[in-house]
């Protein structure tokens, strides 16, 4: 079987950055696990931009399409209740990760439209 070059080599990002939103978020986060846990992830980020799972277009809340326009959407868990979601964008010869929002499981089925029983 042959493995693309996209499995054999990750593609690194050339920044991580967050949105305005999630910046407020971690500044006012006073949990020390969930913000170290964010920072490995963002170095993880800059090793491989494509960590998470690539969420299907039909599946985008409108709230990303709408309100940020975004051209693809990706999620990353962060532990057990605890996902990140962010895009891509091309920025100059790179590739730059934006990271969105930081969800908990019940918000990120919420605001994905999951029925949680």
Known sequence: M?????FIRPRKASSVRTSAQLERYLDACKNEWLRGRVQQVFGELKQNC????KVPKIYWPSYYRKELGISNLYVTKLGPDWRLTYTLIAEGAGI???CLEILTHKDYDNRFGYRTS
Do not use: F, N
Request: no cysteine; charged share 25%; hydrophobic share 40%.
């Open 2 to 6: 042959l493995l693309s070059p996209r």
């Open 96 to 98: 730059s990760a934006v």
């Open 50 to 53: 494509e960590l998470g799972d």
